[in-house]
């Protein structure tokens, strides 16, 4: 018993008490404490077969020989690729010359309405349509880092549209059954606190 409630004490330093980093939600409600976690041990399941199975059985797989097969076969694959990158390169200038998708005769966003377009919006990047009213693209780094920040977005995008509707396959069809699996349910309830 007293071990319990020693090791509740090293979890849980507040006992009870109000939490100083709170203090803007304390103004507001000054009853407020610390709750226990509410979570059921299907959710805790679910936290760490989602998440931490999936990165042990890549550590795993990378301490195999599977990982020397593969990295051998990645290394021959990038030196095919490399030998035929100049190849592939002039593939890609000639389709954007081909392109009406491409270059200075492009598409742009206002059609065929007058506007004084962008100067360093060439057309030479993809989805280029002269679009760039705040100025975010004049500097060359500028452009080139929001590029990249534009890429790195579509993926987490993309990642999240499985997110959204794998949860709701996996409930509907048995496979796990998740409290709430419709992801704009979950956050309406986590905004009305009642999770």
Not at 111 to 129: F, N, R, T
Not at 182 to 191: D, I, M, P
Request: glycine share 6%.
């Amino acid at each position: 018993m007293v071990m319990a409630a020693m090791t509740h004490n090293l979890f849980n330093p507040f006992k009870g008490r109000r939490i100083p980093a709170l203090n803007s939600t304390l103004k507001h409600n000054p009853t407020a404490r610390i709750h226990p976690c509410k979570a059921s041990w299907q959710e805790v399941a679910g936290v760490f077969i989602f998440s931490a199975i999936p990165f042990t059985a890549v550590k795993a797989i990378a301490n195999s020989p599977l990982a020397a097969r593969l990295q051998e076969r990645m290394l021959r694959t990038k030196s095919l690729a490399t030998k035929e990158a100049p190849e592939r390169e002039a593939a890609t200038q000639r389709a954007r010359k081909e392109s009406v998708w491409y270059g200075k005769d492009r598409p742009r966003w206002l059609g065929m309405i007058p506007y004084d377009y962008p100067k360093y919006l060439d057309g030479e990047a993809p989805g280029d349509y002269g679009f760039d009213i705040a100025g975010l693209g004049k500097e060359p780094m500028d452009f080139n880092k929001n590029f990249n920040y534009e890429v790195l977005h579509a993926r987490w995008a993309m990642l999240a549209a499985l997110g959204v509707g794998i949860p709701e396959l996996l409930d509907r069809f048995g496979v796990v059954d998740f409290i709430e699996p419709v992801w704009w349910r979950v956050g309406y309830a986590k905004l009305k606190a009642s999770i």
